[in-house]
């Protein structure tokens, strides 16, 4: 009877490769610093293209001051849009 191997190992230098390789992908994907964003309204589709100026549309279209609720409320949020 024949026995099979069992295949050998790869070596380092290949795992290594293997690794780099796989690092590689999915970075076309990333976000540049920089691209434009756009914030969505709370209340409506509109976007802006920064806060304050979805802040100043929700004060004047909706009258919902966000800063003015979050101070009065006491409201904290370290990653919050201030």
């Known amino acids: 009877m024949s026995r099979s191997r069992a295949p050998d190992s790869p070596t380092d230098t290949e795992q290594d490769s293997n690794l780099d390789d796989s690092d590689e992908e999915g ?9 434009d964003i756009s914030v969505v ?4 589709p509109e976007t802006f293209p920064s806060s304050e100026g979805v802040f100043e549309h929700c004060a004047i ?21 201030l």
Do not use: M, Q
Request: hydrophobic share 45%; glycine share 8%.
């Open 27 to 35: 970075w076309e994907d990333v976000e540049v610093d920089g691209e």
């Open 41 to 44: 309204c709370l209340f409506c």
């Open 61 to 81: 279209v909706h009258g919902f001051e966000y800063k003015a609720v979050r101070k009065e409320l006491g409201l904290f949020f370290p990653s919050a849009v």
